[in-house]
């Protein structure tokens, strides 16, 4: 099959997006590569301008190569070319399951969950309920119209878009003003709000293997270096620091990866996924799974697979094996 590199898109994590096609396409030296425009239409991408591209967290790609259509038109061109595709895209479309049900309707192998699991561990909160289900520890729900009263009860909040990745739109409720600012940021779309739970940031990946058996990478110990570990201080901060294994007790980073096995499993994830902890004085809370991680050199899940001793382009094939045996 013709391996494909589909990144970019519409969303706000576009950026991100072609900052992982960057590392992808290192490591695919023959793979094609798909570029989708801010406007949606989808356009081959050059691979030389592609890797002298700077400051991709920042600036946008130009979509200045040969047009291919639509995303339908694209993911049809796929089809009877029998082309597999690589997902470097995030968030938006790619993420919340559209882009899967698009490609699952035409038979179009993908890398990374179908739409179904990837709709369900988009929405935050139903995430929630069946990871909890699986005896996971999760925080408490506070809606967004009892926000005032349970920041007197309770004090500090965090608050963050229901269906939005790489922390955009995060907001810590720290001092009534950031009361405004949550009431603001909900009118334009779905917040999730819950109580701040004090304690260590960490991560923890999970790959499927080739014979599909589940394994949990060395869990991630998050310092970030200025505050929160927002989209600046994921992309932006150089003294954030991401230290893998994590220094937690043995049992800790036990509970991590049974934690992120479990939400695997719970949302139906298939291929890889990444789920993000608190690690508290009383054992782990589970916050989000992210089912198309980052996959840039500055990334959380390429820096486990290497402490794993997985090489990156051999976790790719892995994952285009696994694509191309689901629909074959």
């Known amino acids: 099959m013709l391996k494909t590199i589909l990144f970019g898109g519409t969303n706000r994590e576009r950026l991100v997006s072609v900052a992982s096609a960057q590392a992808v396409a290192a490591a695919l030296p023959d793979a094609d590569l798909w570029f989708q425009a801010p406007d949606g239409r ?5 691979r030389a301008k592609l890797a002298a591209h700077q400051r991709p967290f920042e600036l946008d790609f130009p979509a200045d190569g040969r047009p291919v259509g639509e995303i339908e038109i694209a993911l049809d061109r796929a089809a009877s070319e029998g082309r597999v595709l690589i997902l470097a895209q995030h968030g938006g479309a790619a993420e919340n399951g559209q882009l899967a049900a698009l490609a699952e309707a035409r038979r179009v192998a993908f890398t990374g969950s179908g739409a179904a699991a990837s709709k369900l561990a988009f929405d935050k909160a139903a ?16 809606s967004v119209a009892a926000a005032t009263e349970d920041f007197k009860r309770i004090g500090r909040l965090v608050a963050k ?3 939005e990745g790489s922390s955009y739109g995060l907001i810590f409720v720290n001092k009534p003003e950031d009361l ?24 923890c990946a ?8 589940l394994i949990a990478l060395p869990p991630i110990e998050i310092v970030p270096g200025e505050g929160a570990f927002d989209y600046k201080g994921k ?40 789920s993000d902890f608190i ?17 840039t050199k500055a990334s959380l899940y390429p820096k486990a697979l290497g ?16 694509a191309e045996r689901r629909y074959a």
């Open 235 to 274: 992309y932006l901060t150089s003294t954030t620091q991401e230290i893998c294994p994590a220094r937690f007790a043995p049992q800790v980073n036990a509970a991590l990866q049974a934690g992120a096995l479990a939400a695997h499993r719970a949302v139906g994830a298939m291929g890889y996924s990444r």
């Open 180 to 203: 405004d600012r949550l009431a603001e940021a909900a009118r334009r779309e779905a917040y999730l709000v819950e109580p701040f739970i004090a304690g260590a940031e960490a991560t």
């Open 307 to 322: 402490v794993q001793g997985i090489a990156f382009p051999d976790f790719l094939a892995g994952q285009i094996a696994l």
């Open 127 to 142: 995430t929630k309920v069946v990871v909890s289900e699986q005896g996971v520890t999760v925080p408490p729900t506070v």
């Open 161 to 163: 878009p229901v269906a």
């Open 206 to 213: 999970v790959l499927e293997q080739a014979d599909g058996s």
């Open 42 to 46: 989808v356009h081959e991408a050059d």
């Open 279 to 295: 690690v508290t004085d009383a054992g782990v809370v589970f916050l989000e799974i992210n089912t198309l991680p980052g996959l």
